[in-house]
């Protein structure tokens, strides 16, 4: 019994020796991993990803602010320059004001903060402007002031609007118009702190109120309070000429930097092949490009070739395979 224990034990150990030396053999058998090699950027590559992000991000960002600009600054600008407003101001008079509730009532509005909601309550201010008149240097001085009060002193600017009443309530050759509609811009809409709709319902809203306005040359029932043939080209211009402008020459340069954008005929499948094998031999060390080139044919006549394939006949008849 001692001798079988003994027997067993042996065994045992020489299985795991065994299993050790397999173990140490497929540690050997598996390739050592090689250590990662920290590859270095260049300073054109660093240039390229930088020049890359930003022209993206300008891209993206003028492209997406087209969107917004649009509709609320260049389609207003565009619509009041093809109104044709009137340079100098005129002066209008508030005829009546209606406050009107209702969505059928309300298709549109003299001022409304917000342009995208719907209208269930809306004020509709009616005017008079003249047309002609013999002093129209003083009313362009009261004019100018009264413009200038209106942004910084609204008590001021309501005593020259009484002073222009009764001026204008002493002059006999002036010649007024139908009664048209007044609106805080040719859209009727806008935000605050721009578009003040309760400010400008109290200031314009009372009957009798005389101001300076601008009527349109073109639809002679549409009267704004506020005109400027600058600005709205200015407003053109910076919102809509320069974005447009950044994301051309953005996706020009994103372009040029990782597209093919030149116009190249296409190439015929030999062409390509050509182009191929120029490209593989072109990867290969300077010892092995030999291999890439074609063989030299001296004479490329029909009896060189004849010849050629008749002293290669009796080799082919004369070599037998082994059986």
């Not at 002093?135 to 910084?152: G, K, P, Q, R, V």
């Not at 001021?156 to 006999?172: D, E, F, G, K, P």
Request: with cysteine; glycine share 4%; hydrophobic share 35%.
């Amino acid at each position: 019994m001692t001798s079988t224990m003994i027997s067993g034990s042996s065994e045992q150990l020489l299985e795991q020796q065994q299993q050790e030396l397999r173990n140490r053999k497929l540690k050997e058998l598996v390739p050592k991993k090689k250590p990662a090699q920290v590859k270095k950027v260049s300073w054109r590559e660093r240039a390229a990803f930088y020049a890359t992000s930003t022209l993206a991000f300008l891209s993206v960002t003028a492209g997406a602010s087209l969107l917004f600009l649009v509709p609320l600054y260049v389609d207003p600008a565009i619509s009041t320059l093809t109104s044709d407003f009137i340079e100098n101001p005129t002066w209008c008079t508030t005829t009546r004001r209606d406050d009107v509730i209702g969505l059928m009532n309300c298709s549109w509005s003299s001022c409304r903060e917000g342009c995208t909601s719907d209208l269930y309550r809306c004020t509709h201010i009616y005017v008079k402007y003249i047309i002609e008149t013999s002093n129209e240097t003083l009313f362009s001085n009261l004019s100018t002031a009264i413009t200038a009060s209106i942004d910084n002193d609204m008590q001021q600017a309501r005593t020259l609007m009484q002073t222009a009443s009764h001026t204008i309530s002493n002059i006999t050759d002036i010649v007024h118009s139908d009664e048209a509609i007044l609106l805080v811009n040719i859209k009727g809409c806008g935000y605050p702190p721009t578009v003040m709709c309760k400010n400008f319902s109290d200031l314009y809203g009372e009957e009798g109120t005389v101001f300076p306005c601008y009527y349109s040359r073109t639809n002679r029932t549409l009267v704004m309070t506020a005109y400027n043939q600058a600005d709205q080209w200015s407003m053109i211009i910076n919102f809509f000429f320069v974005p447009f402008v950044i994301t051309v020459i953005s996706s020009m340069g994103l372009c040029f930097m990782h597209c093919d954008c030149s116009c190249q005929k296409e190439r015929s499948p030999q062409q390509r092949q050509r182009q191929r094998e120029r490209e593989r031999c072109g990867e290969r060390t300077a010892d092995d490009r030999h291999f890439c080139r074609r063989p030299r044919l001296d004479n490329l006549s029909d009896s060189s070739i004849s010849t050629r394939v008749d002293m290669l006949t009796p080799a082919v008849e004369v070599y037998k395979p082994p059986l």
